[in-house]
Nanobody
Framework: QVQLVESGGGLVQAGGSLRLSCAASGRTFSSYALGWFRRAPGKEREFVAAISWSGVSTYYADSVKGRFTVSRENAKNTVYLQMNSLNSEDTAVYYC????????????????WGQGTQVTVSS
């Protein structure tokens, strides 16, 4: 069982940056792949980024590639999402998720989810 708690969301101006954190409970955190997803108002949940259990492999949605960076510190049971050059289309609730096995871009493959943190980008 893994419990995930996101933090770091807030209100930021367009062009600004935020760093989201996701703290996980459980002794086997390092064996899980972690993903970040988001849901904007009136839209379906979409994949943002993912990182393998080792941190060696990372994956990004085209819409955030070059602006967002996912990383993890297994010693701290924490995964991060550094978001730069934010724009209004990045406004959403951001969720972290964990799964065994390989990192994937499909939300349905993830077993555990956090409660989400709101990111609002003002133009």
């Amino acid at each position: 069982q893994v419990q995930l708690v996101e933090s770091g969301g807030g209100l930021v101006q367009a062009g600004g940056s935020l760093r989201l954190s996701c703290a996980a409970s459980g002794r086997t955190f390092s064996s899980y792949a972690l993903g970040w997803f988001r849901r904007a108002p009136g839209k379906e949940r979409e994949f943002v980024a993912a990182i393998s259990w080792s941190g060696v492999s990372t994956y990004y949605a085209d819409s955030v590639k070059g602006r967002f960076t996912v990383s993890r510190e297994n010693a701290k049971n924490t995964v991060y999402l550094q978001m730069n050059s934010l724009n209004s289309e990045d406004t959403a609730v951001y969720y972290c998720a964990a799964k065994t096995g390989a990192a994937q871009a499909v939300g349905a493959a993830y077993e555990y989810w956090g409660q989400g943190t709101q990111v609002t980008v003002s133009s």
